[in-house]
């Protein structure tokens, strides 16, 4: 399993637009093959953070799988205009779990 990393600066003010918009992509995201989970989290000291981490079953999944299905036009239009600068996505692979 592997763990995507995002942090993702939504634009000041427009964060429970965001977060609506958002309820509405995680199922988008939930429907494709190879997802697991999720969570978003917003950030205490910095508000108009959020840390959204997704499993998928492999980095495929995601980047050639979820990436490249057709619902990801509408991931985009739903939430990519709330991010500046534009998130950078990473994946990890779990090392140690205590």
């Given at each position: 399993m592997i763990l995507e990393h995002a942090l993702l600066p939504v634009?000041?003010?427009?964060?429970?637009?965001?977060?609506?918009?958002?309820?509405?992509?995680?199922?988008?995201?939930a429907s494709m093959d190879g997802f697991v989970d999720l969570t978003l989290s917003r950030g205490v000291e910095s508000p108009s953070t959020y840390l959204?981490?997704?499993?998928?079953?492999?980095?495929?999944?995601?980047?050639?799988?979820?990436?490249?299905?057709?619902?990801?036009?509408?991931?985009?239009?739903?939430?990519?205009?709330f991010y500046e600068p534009f998130p950078v996505?990473?994946?990890?692979?779990?090392?140690?779990r205590a």
């Amino acid at each position: 399993m592997i763990l995507e990393h995002a942090l993702l600066p939504v634009i000041p003010g427009l964060e429970p637009e965001f977060e609506a918009a958002f309820d509405e992509a995680k199922h988008i995201i939930a429907s494709m093959d190879g997802f697991v989970d999720l969570t978003l989290s917003r950030g205490v000291e910095s508000p108009s953070t959020y840390l959204l981490l997704v499993h998928w079953q492999s980095v495929e999944a995601h980047e050639v799988g979820f990436r490249g299905a057709p619902e990801y036009q509408r991931w985009r239009t739903l939430l990519h205009r709330f991010y500046e600068p534009f998130p950078v996505v990473e994946h990890f692979a779990e090392v140690h779990r205590a």
